[in-house]
């Protein structure tokens, strides 16, 4: 069966290190992969698009890798803030990629500690 | 600064009563998508339509639900009769026809039935 798969326990790190969330999925052949952010009582907000010919892509501070030999995306944020204490999404093209439909990952929640 | 908005933003109801929730999409979007949130299962989506069209409603349950979209400014999902296992947080999101694969969220409607 399909899935996909982020941490679930909460990511805790120092202010100023870089966090680095993990998103797995399996029997999947996405199009593309998608990072969202959410806050608490808030929708979740695109951070990031990767599409699968694509390596890596950067933000800012925000890095993505896709990796669809490994079935496998990281998200990095370096030099991190408290402000960027939040749940992290990862999301998949799902089926044909001029669809926009999206299956979404649980969410890993990204603690910054000053 | 547009901005998806969803109406009414906490609803508290009774077991068996109607709930209909409100979407405005961003002007020009041609693209919405209805998601549930929930501890549980997580970003589910429940339908999503094109140009007004519904595309895929496979994720909502069809003895309850329906999704609409009565004109290019206004989708709505209703729920009839609605049920305690109904309750979560559903998100509307728009997508514009130039991007289609970035989604844009709502603040969400959180629905408590009792």
């Known amino acids: 069966s399909q899935k996909i798969e982020q941490n679930s326990e909460a990511l805790n790190i120092q202010e100023g290190k870089t966090a680095t969330l993990t998103c797995n999925y399996t029997?999947?052949?996405?199009?593309?992969l998608q990072w969202y952010r959410q806050d608490p009582g808030r929708g979740p907000v695109f951070l990031l698009l990767i599409r699968e010919n694509e390596k890596e892509k950067r933000k800012e501070r925000l890095k993505v890798t896709f990796d669809t030999t490994l079935k496998q995306s990281l998200f990095h944020i370096t030099a991190s803030q408290p402000a960027d204490s939040a749940t992290y999404l990862c999301?998949?093209?799902?089926?044909?990629?001029?669809?926009?439909?999206?299956?979404f990952g649980q969410g890993t929640t990204l603690q910054v500690k000053p | 600064d547009a901005r998806v908005t969803q109406t009414p933003r906490d609803k508290v109801t009774e077991m068996g009563q109607e709930v209909t929730m409100r979407c405005q999409p961003i002007l020009g979007h041609n693209t919405v998508f209805w998601y549930r949130q929930t501890m549980m299962q997580g970003l589910e989506l429940l339908a999503y339509f094109r140009n007004r069209a519904p595309l895929d409603d496979s994720g909502m349950p069809k003895d309850r639900f329906s999704a609409e979209m009565p004109d290019a400014t206004l989708a709505t999902l209703k729920i009839q009769p609605s049920e305690p296992r109904d309750s979560a947080v559903y998100f509307c999101?728009?997508?514009?026809?130039?991007?289609?694969?970035?989604?844009?969220f709502g603040p969400g409607t959180r629905l408590l039935v009792l």
């Open positions: 999101a728009s997508g514009s026809a130039t991007s289609q694969e970035t989604q844009y």
């Open positions: 999301a998949l093209a799902h089926g044909s990629s001029n669809t926009g439909k999206l299956i």
């Open positions: 029997n999947y052949s996405p199009a593309y």
